[in-house]
């Protein structure tokens, strides 16, 4: 580090001379220094030469190793052209991302339903991602119309093609031509008038109602049927032959539809599958091209299929004519296979994970996981629709043997009826008849057991503690329709029994006395029915109140009364326009839990035991704060991708001022709630805490496109949430998480993370650092607003500067944003920085924000920081002496990284920091950006915000444009010397700053 030489000639570098040091260093280390050589005058006068009368000057001898070195010529740069198709190697190794929902954009799609020849194919979906299970049941693929027909074509195995290569822009018109052909086409508008106006645009699209005006299909082939649509309840085959992956998706389907009543209209199930008629029915579409809305990567988007499925074999044949996806009873309808196929398609990079989040995908709430106990589920199950678990599943045996005896006493009647109407000979073209009430076939191949699958917690028993969990008709491991009663309970209700008497139907009844009685009716009930699949025959609940004109309050749009106020909608159920804001009222919970008929009991110790969580689900409703931040690399890869800059999250919570309460009941909300049944008001409890959903989903390498080895190097991603600031509500104890990490190296886990926690009222900053730099991903953040303020709390993604600098912490950054295409070693950055008198006493630490576009550059990045102390009062000819240089921090680059300000200011010296920014870059590399920006977080403007941080710190910068290089070989020598040079700064430059920068290659520890 050099400065201003003295006036005069002389200049400052490194020694001239060798001299022996007192202790030799030893081999492969080496050692220079630098100081100012001035003339020494001599201890004793030369002799006098008598003999000559001219006096000459005596030149004393001096043995030196310097040898003067010619700079090397500057390395070539490669050239930027040669770097900039680089991007192109990974481009189609990543799924890509699933354009946004477009109601306008859908609704003029090309459907071409009349086009029967030639169907459509979807070219993105790939069958070798299936898991092996998966591939093992299945035979062939056909279309979904005609998947049971053994004489039906069969289809070729789905397989995806890459992305398309980026084509080059066409050449852009001249402006002159383009104006003057706009110019005459107003003319002849103006020219033809209204006319003109009233003309058909010749490049609209025809729209979906136009283009299924006049559809020549015949068959029976429907999406749904009229009655599954008018009361949204269906029958599954639930096949426990089928593979996991069918099963957990069939499971969940049952899971939707015992909350048909609260799920919106438009949102449920078969509603999101398109094309539509104006009143919101799927229509078939004979040429199979079908788009499913899914809520992915934080918000709906479409998922575009074809109706092409996989078949595996039926039971009791030989021929490929039974379904491996979940299907319905019903013959010819498509809905379950076609959300299962948009299923495949949405997470076909995560298909060995356990489970897919199918729940969240087709209704867009929000899985809340809690630790299990009883405390939380009692409370969850009591407040919160989408209570589960997540079990392995038992084999039911007794069902199976029921099923084989209806399907055998049914089959001779059906090959009678199949014989007389078409004869021996054409039998095998015509459906079986099927008495059992499965009219689809079910695989031949042996049941699956142990399926994790997810179960509705329908009851909460707490004498003896057992919970009722239902999924369709799978039967949890452990499991038993008969719910345990306690001996003390027993005694009781054979005394009770003696004296009732019978009661009529409609006599007023409390919901104690009445669950006493039709105990045991109950249990036997719900272990043969099932609103969405289960035994053949069965009826759901809710069908047979309505069938037997059960005695209760019709709903609004049933009977006569509803029919009159929904004029031309008579007969539809009144399904809601929104969803419910959790908590919900108790009373509610109730009557929807008394609606969950079937299932199978369970001990709580032996659920806790399976389980170690449960999980609720949030609704995406008004009471709910979202934010998301997406950075996903999409629009069709036309450019190289480029990673946005880091944010800044910030969550501003504030509770809802405490209500107190005496009616015995509880606030909402659950955590910190104030009440008690004693008729008195309990003590104020602490600040709320508050549900929060942290969702992380990265683009996932596609394997069918990328290597082995290069698929599973970039398989993982990480995203690291880093505490930056908070304040704290008055009351609170406990801190936020400092760290919020979420991280895909769990491939049991999938794609999808979630993570649920509570945070404390309060003003939360979090710093966002996103591994996932090659194409990008999706945070999404929510929180649960039952207990907040709603106009004072947000959550929203910020710039950290703006951010800091509106909350009065002084940030700074600088200058130089870009660099070139470059290899070899190079000087990105160099800056002086300077902080005010009032900022230097009261910080102890600075940080430094870096950001590089070229994420694979960091591992070749070098940040110095170094401290400059320099006498004040030394005269302009001493200012080379009167100065130090202290090296701080010489460390690879982080992403956020705190710095040490070693040292007070001393009077009389003045203190400045440099930082300087080095690239040893191997390989030659693109051009790109970066940044460095400075902030003091110890330090709060008085004043609040800050409009200009130069108040407070400043940076310079320092030009780092003359770079010279050179290079030699050690001489051996017996003074341990490595390096010797010599650095001349000329005079009269001013002020200059320089670094040695030695490599040494060869010798032993170097």
């Known amino acids: ?18 001299s022996r040091s007192p202790a030799t260093p030893p081999p492969g280390s080496w050692s220079a220094r630098g100081r100012l050589h001035r003339p020494r005058p001599c201890s004793m006068p030369p002799k006098k030469d008598n003999k000559k009368d001219a006096k000459k000057d005596v030149v004393q001898e001096v043995a030196t190793l310097y040898v003067r070195r010619e700079p090397l010529p500057p390395r070539e740069q490669p050239d930027a052209a040669d770097c900039a198709d680089a991007w192109k190697t990974v481009r189609g190794m990543y799924a890509m991302p ?35 299970p998966f591939q093992q049941c299945m035979t062939t693929w056909r279309r979904a119309p005609v998947a049971t027909d053994p004489a039906a074509a069969e289809e070729a195995e789905p397989q995806a093609e890459p992305v398309p290569e980026v084509e080059e822009p066409p050449p852009e018109p001249d402006p002159k031509a383009k104006a003057k052909a706009k110019a005459d086409a107003k003319a002849k508008a103006k020219a033809k008038g209204k006319a003109a106006a009233e ?51 069939a499971a969940q389907f049952a899971v939707i539809s015992e909350h048909r009543e609260l799920i919106p209209r438009g949102q449920y199930l078969w509603e999101q599958i398109f094309p539509q008629g104006e009143d919101g029915f799927p229509l078939f579409n004979p040429h199979g091209k079908y788009i499913v809305r899914l809520f992915l990567h934080g918000k709906w988007r479409q998922v575009m299929i074809d109706d092409i499925v996989p078949v595996g074999v039926a039971s009791n044949t030989q021929s490929p004519s039974a379904p491996v996806l979940p299907a319905s009873v019903a013959p010819n309808t498509l809905w379950p296979q076609l959300l299962s196929k948009a299923l495949l398609r949405a997470f076909q990079t995560d298909l060995k994970s356990m489970t897919l989040p199918v729940v969240s995908a087709l209704t867009g709430w929000l899985p809340y996981q809690l630790p299990m106990s009883w405390d939380a589920l009692n409370n969850s199950h009591g407040t919160r629709p989408f209570c589960c678990v997540q079990m392995p599943s038992q084999i039911d045996v007794e069902a199976r043997q029921r099923e084989a005896l209806l399907a055998a006493s049914a089959q001779p009647e059906s090959d009678q009826r199949a ?144 029919e009159e106020e929904m004029g031309s909608s008579a007969g539809l159920p009144p399904w809601p326009d929104s969803c419910p804001s959790p908590p919900m009222l108790t009373s509610v919970m109730q009557e929807f839990h008394r609606n969950l008929v079937g299932g199978f009991w369970m001990n709580f110790n032996d659920l806790e035991q399976s389980c170690e969580n449960f ?25 190289a991708y480029v990673p946005s800059q880091y944010r800044l999250l910030r969550m501003r919570l504030k509770s809802e001022a405490p209500k107190s309460r005496s009616d015995g009941g509880s606030a909402p909300g659950g955590v910190g ?45 990480s995203c690291l ?65 039952a207990s907040l303020n709603l106009q004072e709390s947000r959550i929203e993604f910020q710039q950290p500067a703006e951010a800091l600098l509106k909350k009065g912490v002084p940030v700074t950054a600088l200058e130089q944003t870009e660099y070139p295409a470059q290899a070899g070693f190079n000087v990105w950055a160099k800056a002086e920085v300077t902080l005010a008198d009032e900022v230097a006493t009261c910080v102890d630490f600075m940080q430094i924000l870096s950001f590089v576009s070229d994420p694979a550059l960091r591992p070749s990045l070098q940040v110095t920081f170094m401290r400059l102390t320099e006498a004040t009062d030394e005269s302009p000819e001493s200012r080379c002496a009167a100065w130090s240089v202290e090296t701080i921090v010489r460390a690879p680059l982080l992403r956020l990284m705190a710095v040490p300000l070693r040292g007070k200011e001393e009077d009389g010296r003045s203190t400045k920091y440099i930082v300087m920014l080095e690239a040893s870059v191997p390989t030659p590399a693109p051009a790109g950006n970066f940044s460095l920006q400075m902030m003091l977080p110890q330090y709060t403007s008085k004043a609040g915000a800050i409009e200009a941080a130069e108040e407070f710190i400043q940076v310079t910068s320092l030009k780092a444009d003359h770079v010279l290089r050179w290079g030699g070989e050690t001489a051996p020598n017996d003074k341990g010397m490595v390096l010797c040079e010599r650095l001349v700064v000329p005079v009269g430059a001013g002020d200059v700053s320089a670094l040695l920068r030695v490599a040494v290659s060869g010798l032993p520890g170097a």
């Open 1 to 18: 580090f050099g400065s201003r030489p003295p006036q005069g000639r002389g200049a400052c570098g490194g020694p001239t001379a060798v």
């Open 98 to 132: 699933f354009p946004d929902w477009d109601d306008k954009a859908v609704d003029v799609t090309e459907w071409k339903p009349n086009e029967t020849e030639t169907l459509f194919s979807s070219m993105e979906f790939a069958a070798k991602m299936l898991p092996k």
């Open 199 to 249: 003309e058909v645009d010749p490049n609209a699209k025809p729209t979906t109602a136009q283009q299924f005006a006049e559809v020549n299909y015949e068959g029976d082939a429907c999406v749904v049927t009229p009655q599954e649509f008018r009361t949204r309840e269906f029958q599954l085959t639930n096949d426990d032959a089928s593979p996991p992956l069918s099963q957990a998706i």
């Open 419 to 562: 014989g007389r109407k078409v004869g021996a000979a054409s039998g095998p073209n015509v459906p079986a008849l099927n008495l059992s009430g499965h009219a689809v076939p079910k695989l031949g191949s042996q049941p699956c057991d142990a399926v994790p699958l997810q179960f509705l917690v329908c009851e909460v028993e707490a004498d003896p503690p057992q919970v009722r969990l239902k999924s369709a008709s799978w039967r949890p491991q452990g499991g038993t329709p008969r719910k345990a009663v306690s001996k003390e309970a027993e005694s009781e209700g054979e005394e009770g029994d003696e004296g009732m008497a019978p009661r009529r139907s409609g006599d007023p009844m409390d919901m104690d006395s009445e669950a006493e009685e039709n105990d045991e009716d109950d249990d036997e009930r719900r272990s043969v029915q099932s609103p969405s699949g289960g035994e053949p025959g069965m009826q759901s609940a809710r069908s047979k109140e309505v069938e037997d004109n059960v005695d209760e309050p019709s709903r609004p749009g049933e009977g006569a009364e509803g």
């Open 615 to 639: 999980m609720t689900y949030m609704p995406p409703s008004s009471r709910v704060l979202s934010a998301s931040l997406d950075s996903m690399w999409g629009n069709g890869r036309k450019e």
């Open 673 to 717: 709630a104030s009440g008690g049944g004693d008729g008195h008001e309990r003590a104020p409890r602490g600040p709320q805490w508050h549900r929060a959903i942290f969702i992380y989903e990265p683009l996932r390498v596609d394997p069918s496109f990328a290597g082995g080895k290069e698929a599973s190097s970039m398989a993982t991603s």
């Open 721 to 785: 949430l880093q505490l930056m600031g908070q304040s704290q509500a008055p009351g609170a104890e406990q801190a936020p998480p400092s760290y919020i990490h979420l991280s895909t190296n769990d491939s049991s886990r999938g794609g999808v993370i979630m993570k649920s926690m509570l945070l404390p009222p309060g003003d939360h900053w979090y710093m966002v650092f996103d591994d996932a730099n090659r194409a990008g991903s999706v945070l999404s953040v929510h929180v649960d607003g």
